[in-house]
């Protein structure tokens, strides 16, 4: 086969490969959109391609405007997509004005003017324009990972290779004035080799984007308690570690608040598990809405809650914990009967010196048996430090 010929379908296989794979992909993760919109990007990136070599019946002049429409519309796409995944707002405004003045620029030296060069550097500088606003939105999130930087430079280079690639061959080789030989030029080949290699990359920059996104996921839901939204005591533990670590390298005070539904059996054999199931969901969002950001919650379990709180000392944790039970017991969770009282007890714990979270819980447990056992629906605290605890010496006799 000849050269000319494989690298003439070296771009169109890879995109339609690589487009198909996305969409194959966004199948089985429809909440991640961007993974469709990529595999469209590809797919009109191929048609954009094969539309350089096969003229369609409306003749060669509108055949590269809808080739060229087909690129404009795929580097939208594309740089809409990565800026999306990232979290970052998508710059439509910019992207709609580089990508409509690229076209606008192309349509004038094809129809009214025709010129074959200012047609290729409209389009490229149009194109260089969309990869460096895209560098720009990734800029404050490069080094949030791996996949961020890499992405970050490669439009970098991309948006580089536009303009400078571009210029040099143009300069060298140009000006272009047909397109007897245009596809054997230097230009046409830089441009084959450098897309397919820039392609390439992005897109296994993007998969492997896509594969942490899934285990990032997993994750969460290993740590993560379905039905009130909170961390699993499995996660709890493994997040208040960690929390503690930071604590106490940073000499920063952290309290913990153990909570406990009060009468929940009984509310559940009364009003059903549905009704159970909603007033642990109606407590867990308050209790989340209360901790913010800065706290580390969970369900440790059927009905008992934790709450890490960095920053707080015994009287910050036990304010805290007496909000949320005010809070609780003067609402009403939708579903149960009106009048049908829901209260919470509460036992509070201040961390002292490197106290790891083990004998944290045994104490914060024990001050939420006494709020138990005394009537409920309050708020007892834990005084004892565990290395000033009073252990009785042996009696020495004689």
């Known amino acids: 086969m000849d050269t000319g010929l494989l690298i003439a379908l070296l771009n169109p296989t890879i995109a339609l490969a690589l487009g198909a794979a996305f969409l194959v992909l966004w199948s089985y993760q ?23 070599y096969f003229t369609l019946p ?14 404009t519309i795929a580097g939208c796409c594309l740089s809409s997509a990565i800026v999306h995944r990232y979290g970052r707002k998508v710059p439509y405004v910019g992207i709609g004005v580089l ?53 970050f430079v490669l439009s970098l280079l991309s948006g580089v290779n536009f303009f400078v690639r571009t210029l040099v061959v143009v300069i060298a080789h140009g000006p272009f004035t047909g397109y007897d030989g245009f596809y054997g030029s230097s230009y046409w080949t830089t441009a084959l080799l450098s897309h397919a290699l820039l392609s390439l990359l992005i897109a296994l920059c993007l998969f492997s984007a ?3 996104d899934v285990m990032k996921a997993l994750k969460t839901e290993t740590y993560t308690d379905p039905l009130s939204g909170l961390l699993n005591r499995r996660g709890f533990e493994e997040r208040g570690m960690l929390l503690l670590r930071h604590c106490a390298s940073a000499r920063f005070p952290v309290a913990l608040v153990l909570a406990d539904l009060d009468h929940f059996k009984a ?3 009364v009003h059903g598990h549905a009704a159970g199931d909603r007033v642990i969901a109606d ?11 800065r706290g580390v919650a969970g369900r440790i379990g059927g009905e008992e809650f934790a709450v890490l709180l960095p920053l707080s000392d015994l009287a910050a944790a036990r304010l805290f914990a ?11 969770v939708d579903g149960l009967p009106a009048g049908t009282k829901v209260t919470a007890s509460f036992g509070v714990a201040a961390r002292s010196g490197d106290e790891a979270l083990e004998p944290l819980m045994r104490r914060a447990d024990d001050a939420l048996y006494k709020a138990k056992k005394n009537g409920r629906d309050s708020v007892r605290l834990s005084y004892e430090r565990p290395e000033t605890a009073f252990v009785p010496e042996p009696l020495k006799v004689g």
């Not at 909440?31 to 350089?52: D, E, K, N, T």
């Not at 039970?325 to 009403?332: D, F």
């Open 30 to 52: 429809r909440h991640r959109p961007y993974l469709a919109v990529l595999g469209i990007s590809y797919g009109l990136s191929a048609v954009g391609f094969l539309l350089q």
């Open 58 to 71: 409306i003749g060669m002049p509108l055949t590269k405007l809808a080739s060229n429409i087909c690129f």
């Open 99 to 151: 990508a409509g003045g690229g076209l606008a620029s192309l349509c004038w030296f094809l129809f009214v003017a025709p010129d074959l060069t200012w047609r290729i550097l409209a389009m490229n500088f149009a194109f260089g324009g969309i990869s460096l606003l895209v560098a720009a939105e990734l800029r404050p999130v490069r080094r949030n990972g791996p996949t961020e930087n890499i992405l």
């Open 210 to 212: 896509a594969a942490l």
């Open 267 to 269: 509310l559940n054999d």
């Open 283 to 293: 407590f867990a969002a308050k209790l989340r809405s209360a901790a913010g950001t």
């Open 322 to 332: 007496e909000a949320v039970r005010t809070l609780y017991s003067a609402g009403h």
